[in-house]
């Protein structure tokens, strides 16, 4: 089993939409959670970033962490075509390692059309 | 906000050949960059951990070899791939952290450099 699970999509929605996007990881010891974007050829931006469980709210953005499930979710309202792009989802453990050690997800497409 | 450049963005070399990849911090210092390798429909992967003044730490199965790796000052990170085949063709991304900054895990991303080996 990965540590990290993120179904790969693609995934197409119409404008407007709710969108989720999920993963699920098997490390319970992950502290920080993180939801990046990545347009086509550009490097991963940061969006939302979770510490331990919860909620975590950013505009159209919402972040949800569940450690009993092992389940993270990003949530986008009214979503617009300019959200089309990647989103990988990445985690990493409170302790130890270098900030450079994320475990990335292998990212959902998302298609938003007009 | 904080701004992480790569440069190239393309590239394309002849088998045999070495290609320097550049990845700059523009407005802050990092004394640690990070560089990442991610093939299509894949997930990021992390190479090695840059240093500023210090030898690199590579990830186990990363030849240190063949990915050379240079962080001269607080601002600049090389990533040079040695003696390039076409299974080293791949989207290069690096990343840094803003040393001012102490949200765990906010990494600031380049642009990517994309390889292909002919």
């Known amino acids: 089993q990965k540590e990290v699970e993120q179904d790969p999509g693609p995934l197409s929605v119409p404008e407007g939409a709710i969108v989720s996007l999920n993963c699920t990881y098997s490390?319970?010891?992950?502290?920080?959670f993180m939801w990046y974007r990545q347009y086509s050829r550009k490097g991963p931006e940061l969006l939302m970033y979770?510490?331990?469980?919860g909620n975590k709210e950013d505009g159209r953005f919402t972040a949800q962490v569940d450690k009993s499930s092992k389940y993270i979710s990003l949530f986008i309202r009214d979503s617009q075509p300019s959200d089309s792009a990647t989103y990988l989802c990445a985690m990493k453990l409170p302790h130890g390692g270098s900030q450079g050690n994320l475990i990335f997800g292998k990212g959902t497409k998302l298609s938003v059309k007009p | 906000g904080a701004v992480v450049s790569q440069h190239p963005s393309w590239v394309i070399c002849k088998s045999g050949t070495s290609v320097k990849i550049e990845c700059r911090s523009l407005d802050f210092q990092a004394t640690t960059m990070f560089w990442y390798r991610q093939f299509p429909k894949q997930s990021l992967m992390l190479m090695a951990t840059?240093?500023?003044?210090?030898?690199?730490?590579?990830e186990q199965g990363v030849e240190k070899d063949k990915f050379l790796i240079n962080h001269a000052s607080l601002t600049l990170s090389t990533l040079t791939v040695t003696s390039a085949h076409p299974e080293d063709s791949s989207f290069y991304i690096c990343?840094?952290?803003?040393?001012?900054?102490?949200?765990?895990?906010?990494?600031?991303f380049g642009e990517g450099s994309r390889l292909t080996v002919l």
């Open positions: 990343s840094a952290r803003d040393v001012g900054n102490r949200r765990a895990g906010e990494l600031f």
């Open positions: 840059s240093n500023e003044g210090s030898k690199a730490t590579y």
């Open positions: 979770t510490y331990s469980s």
């Open positions: 490390n319970s010891a992950f502290q920080y």
